[in-house]
């Protein structure tokens, strides 16, 4: 062992000593934790380190920084990277993000454990957002499989990998609900409801963090950004939110919840503003809800200088000021805001910031290092060998593909085009989407290399022996980096329809693989059309004047409005960016060697102007029209009220029928619901049965429909399932104006099937 850790674990026995004079103050420190379940040999380890500790020190634990120098280079002599140097070296650092690989983790952990009084090692984060190296779907996607079992072991791969490379702390899941597909990162959440946004919530926390936290293939995992991050106004990232308690609490709310009760340890809090107060300096948020009602024993880190832009938000002062309202509203730990680290000395020692804060703060952040097993061996992630053999291996491949195929949703395919022959067909592939291996990676895949991606054309190459000719068409985007502006711009070029006529017009089937660019969407990438992007929309059309048999493969990270396309386009495929294996997935779709199962987890609307579009709205007093011609109701002049594709919708190549929708009142606070399912179609396949329920009135107005139950059920053609539902407390109640969880008696209507848009139907009523 070396003799910097044996000091610290003698320095850890004196610590013990001191702590156990001192319970009553130290039992004090643990403000607004009342989580029972803690490990008390953790606790009391972290216990007799921040004994020891000084002021500094702690706050050198809440202070995060990004990787500020290349860790393999010389060390920085200027500026900025010169000042967090010497910060990392005076143990004035408590965690770095995006450090990642094994030399370099190992280079930076080297400093924090050999260089500093404690030698406390590093919390190394990353956006290990839907993998690090090897790229599963876009989390969107991942929730259209409602496959709560691949998207834990898809978690899983991601944390192995990242583990791998040095890791240890991902800034995900996101849990943000939203409504609105003009906000670029709905391809980061789980949709737009909050039944099954907090039953993915849980999946992915347990695959991130696995059973056993300190084990060297998982990783802490973060629920963020707590919150109302999904719900910016226009759609546009960053802006600000203004919605009511029942939103806060029945919506927004019950996600975070459910990952806090999976045991989550960390959350990120957010960029926007809540009510009027930014979340970064929300106490009612931080402290009330979270770590008191809610327990919360983990700690919250802000979002990336979110503690300073409480400046431009007009709540803050100045940095000084920032800094007194994040700390006291419970930010523990600052991302790149640089201020804590400047600032809070002086304010502790001017009384403005209680310095009981500072070592709850600290606390929280020691328990989860610990926790890691990082004070056991802080190289515990930095093996050379591991990195090696587990980044990209077969297992990780192999799980990736699994998700890709489940997380396609079939979303049209009249005459059933699909799936394809395998065997003499001519095939045009069109689309420049169609030949990228970049693109399917999609937003937020730092870790991962430009054209790793197997692309469509690819894919449709390795599962069939037809002839495949390809065509551009039209280019779709100029750059292909994260930060290029010109991805924003679509290029106008048609010179390439010809061509793309030219061979739809020799083909018996033509697959156009249009939509968004991988970075067309994530954060900062708003849109205010959410159509297909440049002259996309015309060259389908082009190519449809020559072909009509055509395969509609789309590739986006949002809902799109395609209008024309459901009207005109025999079969449409929503492939989202599927990561690593797309190609691949998507040709298995294609030529029937997967069945599709997906259904969608957000509306598609008609039109933008719907937005934002949802299925679980509320009546209004006017919901239908009263009579033929009546303009005085609820509806827009120009467009229908209904959505293109409403949540929960997607197709089989087989059929499934629902019959016997039986209810059984059994007590006030249960209620079973049973349904026969048949596969009526010729192909064996999977269904997502889906359980929606109404309380048809309530001291707080409900939702037209609300998701409270769903199962996949597979099944061979001529084959019946009963699925049982048991709707308990949970699923029966909802949140008062005040946060009261209620139960109320009254009427209510249950309805099952594939769909939000299901008709099959039932009552009951709650004393
Ligand atoms: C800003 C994003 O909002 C957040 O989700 C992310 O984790 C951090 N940047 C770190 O990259």
């Known amino acids: 062992m070396k003799n910097y850790i044996k000091m610290y674990l003698q320095l850890v026995c004196i610590g013990l000593l001191l702590v156990s004079c001192n319970q009553t103050d130290e039992k004090k420190l643990a403000i607004n934790t009342v989580n029972t379940n803690l490990n008390t040999t953790i606790e009391s380890k972290v216990d007799s380190l921040l004994a020891i500790m000084t002021l500094e020190e702690k706050i050198g634990q809440m202070n995060q920084y990004n990787g500020f120098w290349d860790v393999t280079g010389p060390v920085p002599e200027n500026g900025d990277a010169a000042k967090k140097y010497d910060d990392l070296r005076k143990g004035l650092v408590g965690s770095m993000l995006n450090v990642r690989g094994v030399k370099d983790v ?24 839907h993998g690090y190296k090897t790229i599963s779907p876009i989390p969107l996607a991942e929730s259209a499989s409602w496959d709560l079992e691949a998207i834990k072991k898809s978690a899983e791969v991601a944390a192995e990998e990242a583990a791998a490379a040095g890791i240890n702390w991902t800034f995900a899941p996101m849990v943000d609900i939203s409504r609105d597909a003009r906000w670029g990162r709905v391809m980061e959440g789980s949709g737009e409801d909050t039944y099954l946004s907090s039953k993915i919530a849980v999946a992915r926390v347990k695959g991130f963090q696995g059973e056993d936290l ?18 910016a106004e226009s759609g546009r990232d960053y802006n600000t939110v203004d919605v009511g308690t029942s939103t806060l609490y029945n919506t927004i709310f019950p996600p975070f919840q459910a990952a806090n009760e999976a045991g989550v340890r960390t959350f990120m809090n957010s960029f926007n503003e809540l009510n009027g107060v930014p979340a970064t300096g929300n106490k009612y948020l931080q402290r ?17 200088g979110s503690i300073a832009e409480m400046i431009a938000h007009g709540h803050a002062k100045d940095g000084t000021h920032a800094t007194e309202l ?28 209680d310095e009981q804060l500072i070592t709850d703060a600290a606390r929280r952040i020691l328990r989860v290092k610990f926790e890691l097993g990082l004070f056991d061996d802080p190289y515990k992630y930095c093996n050379e060998e591991r990195e090696q053999s587990v980044t990209g291996s077969k297992e990780i491949q192999d799980a990736v593909l699994d998700m890709a195929k489940k997380s396609i949703v079939l979303l049209k395919n009249e005459n059933n085009v699909l799936p394809l022959k395998k065997e003499g067909q001519k095939i045009a592939v069109i689309g420049a989407l169609a030949n990228d291996k970049t693109s399917p990676l999609g937003s937020w895949r730092i870790g991962a290399d430009d054209g790793t991606a197997v ?24 750059g292909q980096t994260v930060f290029a502006r010109e991805l924003d711009i679509n290029v106008s070029d048609k010179s390439g329809f010809a061509e793309a006529k030219q061979v739809a017009k020799q083909a018996d089937v033509v697959i156009m693989v249009l939509g968004e660019h991988g970075f067309q969407s994530g954060e900062g990438r708003s849109r205010a059309d959410i159509d297909l992007p440049g002259v996309q929309q015309e060259l389908l059309e082009e190519v449809y004047k020559v072909n009509k048999n055509i395969v509609l493969v789309l590739n986006n990270g949002r809902p799109l409005s395609i209008n024309w396309a459901d009207e005109h386009i025999p079969a449409i495929v929503e492939a989202w960016h599927l990561g690593t294996q797309s190609g691949n997935a998507i040709a298995q779709v294609l030529y029937g060697d997967y069945n ?11 039109s933008v102007g719907q937005l934002p579009l949802y299925y679980n709205s509320k009546s209004t007093g006017r919901p239908n029209m009263p009579s033929p011609g009546e303009v005085f109701w609820s509806h827009y002049t120009d467009v229908s009220n209904t959505p ?3 949540f929960g919708y997607g197709l089989s190549y087989t059929t499934f029928n629902y019959t016997n929708l039986k209810v059984n009142v059994v007590s006030n606070n249960t209620v079973e619901v049973s349904v026969k399912l048949t596969n009526t179609g010729k192909l064996n396949g999977k269904e997502v049965v889906q359980l929606y329920m109404q309380d048809l009135f309530a001291s707080v107005t409900r939702p037209v429909k609300e998701l409270k139950g769903f199962e996949l059920v597979e099944l061979n053609p001529n084959e019946s399932k009963t699925i049982n539902f048991t709707l308990s407390k949970n699923e029966l109640g909802f949140y008062s104006n005040e946060g009261k969880f209620l139960l109320e008696p009254g009427d209510f209507k249950v309805y099952v099937g594939g769909s939000s848009n299901t008709t099959l139907e039932a009552k009951f009523t709650l004393e």
């Open 106 to 129: 190992r280079a930076v952990q080297k400093i924090a454990v050999e260089e500093t009084r404690l030698g406390i090692p590093l919390i190394i984060g990353f956006d290990v957002i």
């Open 214 to 231: 300190s084990a060297h293939n998982t990783i802490a995992a973060c629920a963020k950004h707590f919150a109302g991050y999904g719900f």
């Open 288 to 304: 009330e809800i979270l770590k008191h009602q809610w327990g919360f024993s983990g700690f919250v880190v802000s979002d990336w």
């Open 326 to 353: 994040a700390v006291n509203a419970g930010s523990d730990m600052d991302m790149e805001s640089n201020l804590y680290v400047n600032e809070l000395v002086t304010l502790v020692k001017e009384g403005k910031v």
């Open 455 to 478: 692309s469509v054309l690819e894919g449709l190459k390795v599962y069939s022996g037809n002839q495949i000719t390809y065509a551009k068409g039209a280019d779709l985007v100029y």
């Open 596 to 606: 599709p199962s997906g259904k969608l987890p957000m509306t598609f609307p008609r």
């Open 644 to 646: 293109l594709y409403p």
